[in-house]
């Protein structure tokens, strides 16, 4: 049982450069979120979905994009890169009346 | 907007003192209360987390957690902490009216003195 994968762990973009961060879960679970967490922070919801088919922003969704086409993956896009988008992204999910679980992250830096 | 809040950035303590952290979240009708806790380099792991029904909430390595509904709070405490405590944690409220969607806190850095 897999939980929450997140691919990369670790990626330096170059200003202007597009990526992608894969997330994947095995739980079945309807509801999936990004967030990114910066320093003092805490975490901010970046897009969420609650099916397949279904997204929509959260608190800081500029520069971003997501995509459901499935129930298992939510992938996050990044168009063009800048250095406000250095942080650490963090995907979750869970299911109607459950906990959260949460991937282990990934660290991007823009330089 | 929903939104939660803890009361303290930092908080510093030797090992065996007794550890409460404050947070409070804004009226959003059912709500779905969790502490987290991130240990350096690491992703975020859930201590306890309440539903429903008995407001005091026992969790994971001796923490524990009070949801006074009146004070829209849910303080997190434990009663002696040791060195491995140290952590940052954070609050968080997931409000059905909004999609489930869980809002956190800022997060309260904790430093346990040997």
């Known amino acids: 049982n897999a939980g929450v994968t997140q691919t990369p762990k670790f990626r330096i973009l170059k200003i202007g450069q597009s990526m992608t961060l894969q997330c994947t879960q095995d739980?079945?679970?309807?509801?999936m979120y990004w967030y990114r967490q910066d320093p003092g922070m805490g975490l901010k919801l970046i897009y969420y979905s609650v099916g397949a088919g279904i997204t929509d922003k959260g608190e800081v969704p500029n520069g971003y994009n997501v995509s459901r086409s499935t129930t298992e993956d939510f992938p996050l896009r990044l168009e063009l890169a800048a250095p406000s988008q250095t942080s650490v992204y963090f995907c979750?999910?869970?299911?109607?009346?459950?906990?959260?679980?949460f991937g282990s992250g990934t660290r991007l830096t823009v330089v | 907007a929903q939104s939660v809040s803890q009361h303290n950035h930092h908080v510093i303590l030797s090992e065996a003192a007794s550890l409460e952290l404050g947070c409070n979240y804004s009226?959003?009708?059912?709500?779905?209360l969790f502490w987290y806790v991130q240990y350096p380099g690491q992703h975020l792991q859930l201590l306890l987390k309440y539903f429903s029904g008995d407001p005091l909430v026992k969790g994971i390595k001796g923490f524990e957690a009070e949801f006074i509904k009146s004070k829209f709070s849910f303080n997190l405490r434990k009663p002696s902490v040791q060195w491995s405590d140290t952590a940052e944690y954070f609050c968080?409220?997931?409000?059905?009216?909004?999609?489930?969607?869980?809002?956190f806190g800022g997060g309260t850095r904790v430093l346990v003195k040997p």
């Open positions: 968080a409220v997931s409000f059905k009216a909004a999609g489930n969607k869980l809002t």
């Open positions: 739980m079945n679970h309807n509801y």
């Open positions: 979750a999910s869970t299911k109607e009346g459950g906990g959260y679980t």
């Open positions: 009226y959003g009708g059912t709500v779905n």
